[in-house]
């Protein structure tokens, strides 16, 4: 039982820290109150010492808790083009139009969510945990607040608020592929950052004004920084493609 | 300039040779120096050397004392060994003269 308590709380560690610290307690026959102390001192002090560097800072605040707010825009923006798709008038004549819609705010969703969590994971994985919580913490929050509504006709929708969580799956293939070290390929950075040029050319001119087009674009700089990565002299021949 | 845990935990490696891994490690200073060495303290510092290029380390064989469990061997570097010693030329330098050194001129052997 003791064993089973201690390997548990040893999965605080990374496996090869893991292995040889349980190794020392096992070899040092040590009570469980001992072995349980030395772990959190252990897994307290790597914590400590990854904070000293800017990287976990930049990570949790200039990325997740700046771009939270644009994947749960992106989420809704995805939720609401299916709900059109889905409700909208049965004439072969909208297809193309609300299927050229749904596939853009998809992509949009995709690049920023995949290439937040690459980011996140590649600049500070020591404390990725910290960026998460930050991330999801104003989700959460929204959750509870959510209320959005679409009209068709003589339909009331309301969006599911779980749709607030959309970007989740997609961050955490981005998640796997910067902490394995990988780098996309430099055509699919090309295919993540497009969608959102194209659609913020319109959006300047129509809607919102370049005023939103810059902040976007700043948001987005995890994208910026997946193609920074895909330049030749930043690429290390070690380092193995994702996608 | 080296410290003075970091000077410990290589001068213990260095005498332990083959047989350098994190648990010898502790044991060896804590009998040496009669204080007590947290395993958080031990690998943090080993990672930061290792960092520093002082120390390379490696995961070695499992033994059935250790649960199954494989050792993370220790070795010095050649820069471990040279930060080493001018550490130790160092405080050898400077402690001459002072009331605790037995190096100190006129002192009785």
Redesign the interface.
């Known amino acids: 039982m003791n064993r089973i308590i201690v390997d548990l709380v040893a999965l605080m560690l990374p496996p090869c820290d893991r292995e040889a610290v349980l190794g020392d307690l096992a070899e040092s026959s040590a009570p469980l109150a001992y072995s349980l102390f030395a772990i959190l001192g252990f897994v307290l002090r790597r914590q400590f010492r990854c904070w000293l560097s800017w990287r976990p800072w930049f990570a949790a605040i200039a990325l997740a808790y700046t771009t939270t707010w644009l994947l749960m825009g992106n989420s809704v923006d995805v939720n609401a083009d299916a709900v059109n798709w889905y409700w909208g008038p049965a004439s072969w004549h909208y297809v193309p139009y609300r299927l050229t819609d749904f596939a853009l705010s998809f992509l949009r969703l995709f690049a920023a969510a995949w290439s937040a969590g690459f980011a996140a994971a590649r600049i500070s994985r020591g404390t990725l945990w910290a960026s998460m919580l930050l991330l999801l913490g104003p989700s959460i929050h929204c959750f509870e607040m959510f209320h959005v509504e679409t009209h068709f006709d003589h339909h009331i929708i309301q969006l599911s608020p779980f749709a607030l969580f959309l970007y989740l799956p997609m961050m955490i293939f981005g998640i796997r592929a910067g902490l394995h070290n990988l780098r996309p390929r430099p055509w699919l950075t090309l295919l993540l950052i497009i969608p959102y040029c194209v659609q913020l050319i319109p959006m300047t001119k129509i809607q919102n004004g370049p005023n939103f087009a810059l902040w976007t674009l700043i948001l987005l700089w995890p994208c910026w920084y997946l193609v920074w990565l895909t330049l030749p002299s930043t690429r290390r021949t070690k380092e193995a493609y994702s996608l | 300039m080296l410290g003075e845990f970091e000077y410990l935990i290589l001068s213990v490696a260095a005498t332990l040779n083959e047989d350098a891994?994190?648990?010898a490690i502790?044991?060896q200073m804590e009998q040496k120096t009669g204080r007590r060495c947290?395993?958080?303290?031990l690998?943090?510092t080993i990672e930061?050397l290792e960092a520093k290029g002082l120390l390379k380390t490696w995961?070695g064989d499992?033994?059935p004392?250790?649960?199954g469990?494989?050792?993370?061997m220790v070795r010095v570097t050649p820069k471990g060994a040279h930060a080493a010693k001018e550490f130790y030329e160092a405080i050898t330098k400077i402690s001459v003269g002072a009331a605790w050194a037995s190096h100190r001129p006129g002192a009785k052997a």
Request: aromatic share 10%; charged share 25%.
């Open positions: 891994y994190g648990a502790r044991t947290s395993i958080g303290a690998y943090t930061r995961m499992a033994t004392q250790r649960g469990r494989a050792k993370r």
